[in-house]
């Protein structure tokens, strides 16, 4: 099989929690995410049926995903099976479907599972931490990778040359702070301007963990305050970042009025936006109706706006 050749910019990673997977099936069904964007998963729960929903969207509309084979955090670590028998399960994934892998130790016991259903040139290699790059160069040995995630010091870009594959810079810009509440002493902050630079550096795209920051967490505590992280474009096409945060921070009671305070703040600012997403409606209508759905709906909007905003970014910049 052949994978569809369109040249790609943005390949964002998220983890395969529900919240974020679900925020992609609705982009790729509404139609919001353009073919210059290919989402990465990584899948952290065992449990993959929510994944198989996910990848069956993207194929059914011929867009392209990739999944990480070899996860390094939650309950698939050591476990790749499971996500190796999700995609080559359905041979109608496979054109749509891309293997990504860490580039670790072991990465080449993984792909020797994969090899039979597709080649080097088909996968995507993430080497964002310095000791993996003798591995990585290791593992391409004289073929290239479809795409090929690197960190940006000089370390990668010098050690790390575009015939292994096309180059594309991966960082977190989500600058993560300890607790929500510490949110409200910086309202507003850079977030990235990778998506208008890339080129300029020598990369073929570029690649962030969006709102949420590449940490992961899986204990679900209730917050004491609770955040609403919104990136925007501003005059220069920069994106920047505003956080909106309850007020009522004393303890944990009360989510729903917490979220009111917040999706409240973002609602008056949003009113001067010239152009809203479909997800910023989305918040603005749970303002209106004083629904509260779960922090866990407020990310999956939050990453619906984000990748929103790039593909219009594409779209307008063509």
């Not at 998506?195 to 969006?210: C, L, P, R």
């Not at 918040?283 to 790039?310: A, D, M, P």
């Amino acid at each position: 099989h052949s994978f569809p050749t369109r040249r790609s910019s943005d390949l964002p990673i998220f983890r395969g929690r529900q919240n974020e997977l679900i925020a992609l099936q609705n982009l790729v069904n509404d139609n919001l995410l353009g073919d210059k964007i290919i989402p990465i998963i990584e899948p952290v729960k065992t449990e993959t049926t929510q994944l198989s929903s996910t990848f069956e969207a993207f194929a059914n509309q011929r867009h392209r995903i990739g999944v990480i084979c070899n996860p390094i955090v939650g309950e698939l670590i050591n476990n790749s099976f499971n996500i190796i028998s999700t995609i080559t399960a359905i041979s109608d994934f496979q054109e749509y479907v891309i293997p990504v892998l860490y580039m670790n130790h072991g990465c080449e016991d993984i792909y020797q599972q994969l090899s039979t259903h597709y080649s080097k040139s088909e996968i995507i290699g993430i080497c964002t931490q310095v000791e993996q790059i003798p591995t990585c160069v290791d593992f391409v040995n004289g073929e290239s990778l479809q795409y090929i995630l690197i960190g940006n010091d000089r370390e990668f870009t010098t050690q790390i040359s575009s015939d292994l594959g096309e180059r594309i810079l991966c960082v977190d810009r989500f600058l993560k702070r300890q607790r929500n509440v510490d949110y409200t002493e910086v309202e507003d902050e850079f977030f990235s301007s990778d998506h208008i630079n890339f080129e300029n550096y020598g990369f073929k795209g570029f690649s962030d963990y969006s709102m949420i920051g590449h940490e992961f967490t899986d204990n679900g505590f209730a917050p004491r305050a609770v955040a609403i992280h919104i990136i925007y474009e501003n005059n220069n096409q920069v994106f920047r970042i505003r956080h909106f945060v309850s007020y009522s921070n004393d303890d944990a009671k009360d989510p729903a009025r917490k979220f009111g305070e917040a999706v409240g703040q973002l609602t008056a600012w949003a009113r001067g936006l010239s152009q809203r997403t479909r997800a910023l409606n989305d918040f603005i209508n749970l303002y209106r109706t004083e629904n509260y759905r779960g922090l866990g709906f407020v990310k999956r909007l939050s990453i619906q706006h984000h990748l929103e905003l790039v593909n219009r970014y594409f779209e307008t910049n063509n």
